[in-house]
């Protein structure tokens, strides 16, 4: 069957061509075609919003061009339009960033209606039309990019419509789900403190995460802090991170873990007495506001409420230590418990002069779980038993053998 359409590859496949990176995934654009035209040519139609459909043999999705039309506030505001007279330059005008509204067609030439090779060459992300402004989402997609591609700036007039649309309301129109999705992803790009650089300097974070913003300009004793600045500091955190190659669970709690820091007093600075508490409650007033799922958030909270702790804790005698796992369900939860200490190492190393500096709490107290995880719990609770203790008095003696195990352990 012959066709009399065009099919073009776009987006980050182009992009991620032209820097010499991994494709990832395929986005394909067709030109000149109907709803009709696709389905006689054997393809299988899967989108709701726009047409979309699935390539008959390769089973890629594959859609329309189209044009879009705002028509409410928020990004599902939009009216799309798609017909065989769309052109390719139309459909590529309505992309988020130049180095985005690329394609290239089924003979590898490449289609630049908007400068995103000289854009790339550059190393600017700079937006297509006066059309990103429609879209809040873009605002986060954006500094994610920023996180992805860490050597590109923001071109000035971009940042200045970002301004724009905030102070328009548009990221007050943004629901948790998709904040979420956006904020996720750019924590587990190479460079997550560069999200948060551009989300500030749009004027977005003050919106999306005010506790983290309120971080910026408060000071931190300078003996344990040389970077001084707690925004700075969290920046340094997440970007230990992603040396590290830590999970979602992990960067999240960083990002979480000192935000009580943004609420002392005045005349208390530079110390933060008690910041601990205030980080745990307002960990859990932004997975609340965004919807965090439940693993991120039980870790960000524990993180909060102990990474001092964790912090100290080679200077606790046994049965401190012992109170430190019991606090963290480290028995029950192990694998939780080993992620605490890997953000508290992350912690640790987030500060000016000290990325490389040793961190012995982890290797001590996770050699501490692994002693008392071989403690016999069965016969500790048989021994109580035959003692004639009941209920807590079973539970105690489970802990004075663990306890035993910590001191006795060759650690």
Not at 36 to 57: I, N, R, S, T
Not at 79 to 90: G, I, K, R, W
Not at 163 to 173: H, I, P, T
């Amino acid at each position: 069957m012959s066709k009399t359409f065009q099919t073009y590859l776009v987006g980050g496949a182009v992009r991620d061509r032209l820097l010499g990176l991994p494709v990832q995934d395929r986005d394909w654009v067709v030109v000149g075609a109907s709803p009709q035209d696709l389905l006689a040519a054997g393809y299988q139609p899967v989108g709701k919003d726009f047409p979309v459909f699935l390539h008959p043999e390769t089973h890629e999705e594959v859609a329309l061009a189209r044009t879009e039309r705002k028509t409410a506030a928020g990004y599902h505001g939009f009216a799309f339009h798609a017909a065989p007279d769309v052109t390719l330059e139309q459909d590529l005008a309505r992309r988020d960033l130049t180095i985005n509204a690329m394609a290239q067609d089924e003979a590898g030439q490449v289609i630049d209606p908007y400068d995103g090779q000289r854009d790339i060459a550059d190393k600017v992300l700079r937006h297509v039309s006066p059309a990103f402004g429609e879209d809040p989402v873009r605002i986060l997609r954006l500094a994610r990019f920023a996180a992805r591609f860490a050597d590109f700036t923001v071109a000035p007039e971009t940042i200045e419509l970002m301004r724009a649309m905030v102070a328009a309301g548009e990221v007050d129109a943004l629901v948790a789900e998709r904040v979420w999705q956006e904020l996720s992803r750019g924590l587990m790009e190479n460079k997550p403190s560069r999200m948060f650089e551009v989300l500030r300097q749009a004027g977005a974070l003050a919106k999306l995460l005010p506790e983290v913003d309120a971080l910026f300009g408060v000071p931190q004793p300078e003996a344990h802090h040389p970077e001084i600045d707690t925004g700075i500091h969290l920046l340094m955190v997440l970007d230990q991170c992603a040396l590290q190659g830590a999970p979602l669970t992990v960067r999240y709690a960083c990002l979480c873990h000192d935000l009580g820091k943004g609420t002392t007093r005045q005349e208390e600075l530079p110390r933060h007495i008690g910041h601990e508490k205030r980080s745990e409650d307002l960990a859990a007033q932004v997975s609340a506001r965004w919807k965090v799922p439940s693993d991120c958030r039980e870790l960000a909270e524990l993180v909060a409420r102990e990474h001092t702790h964790v912090h100290q804790s080679q200077g606790f005698t046994a049965e401190a230590r012992l109170r430190l796992m019991e606090r963290c369900d480290a028995w029950r939860r192990p694998e939780r418990f080993a992620e605490l200490l890997w953000a508290c190492e992350c912690d640790a190393r987030g500060r000016l002069g000290l990325e490389a500096r040793d961190y012995p709490q982890r290797k001590r107290l996770a050699a501490d779980l692994a002693a008392t995880q071989r403690v016999d719990l069965a016969a500790a609770s048989a021994e109580a038993i035959a003692r004639g203790a009941k209920g807590p008095d079973i539970g105690r003696a489970v802990q004075r053998a663990r306890l035993m195990a910590l001191k006795t352990a060759n650690i």
